[in-house]
């Protein structure tokens, strides 16, 4: 029983080492964010909107590439950025602006990103692509459960689920 237990202990680790090189990444970089077509907050200072613009969408990607598989990862840069709706100061309340939502204001963005095997060095797949959704008002789910970006990340999921996935379906 005593010589068991290190060797039990030892098939734990070794499992558990593989385990971990084996979980999906995703890596997205923000390529000059300051730049971006749309990241304007309707209240709050820009900065503070930016980065929770930056973190919402850094766990939408992080979601989607959960979908990947194991060991895979996604290289993803972010080159622009335009919300669903616009923030004009000519809509205001209370002396905040708010952010108008229509159909003539739909989301899109630019960005290229890589996916890679799990050993890391073969490239599956790469493009520079730039995507929008126009109907977005008459396809995404808004509901009870909705969340701030519904739009930008339907559109991504999207994306994802007709690009991504086909490419990783085994013959």
């Known amino acids: 029983m005593k010589t068991m237990l290190p060797i039990l202990l030892g098939v734990l680790l070794t499992t558990n080492a593989w385990a971990s090189q ?3 990444t ?3 970089n923000w390529q000059n964010p300051e730049k971006y077509s749309d990241i304007r907050p309707s209240s709050g200072t820009k900065k503070a909107y930016q980065k929770r613009v930056i973190s919402a969408f ?3 990607w992080t979601d989607l590439a959960a ?3 194991a060991g895979h990862s996604l290289l993803v840069t972010v080159k622009d950025l335009d919300l669903a709706g616009d923030v004009n100061p000519m809509y205001r309340i209370d002396h905040s602006d ?3 939502v229509k159909e003539i204001y739909f989301p899109r963005m630019t960005f290229d ?3 890679l095997d799990s050993t890391g060095r ?3 797949a790469e493009q520079d692509v730039k995507i929008k959704d126009m109907g977005f008002m008459n396809s ?3 509901g009870l459960g909705s969340t701030e970006f519904v739009y930008e990340k339907q559109m991504l999921k999207n994306w994802f689920q007709k690009t991504l996935t086909p490419k990783l379906a085994k013959p």
């Open 58 to 60: 850094d766990k939408i």
């Open 113 to 115: 990103y890589q996916l």
């Open 22 to 24: 084996q979980t999906t």
């Open 67 to 69: 979908k990947l598989p």
């Open 140 to 142: 995404s789910p808004i």
């Open 26 to 28: 995703v890596k997205v």
């Open 98 to 100: 708010i952010r108008v």
């Open 122 to 124: 073969l490239v599956l």
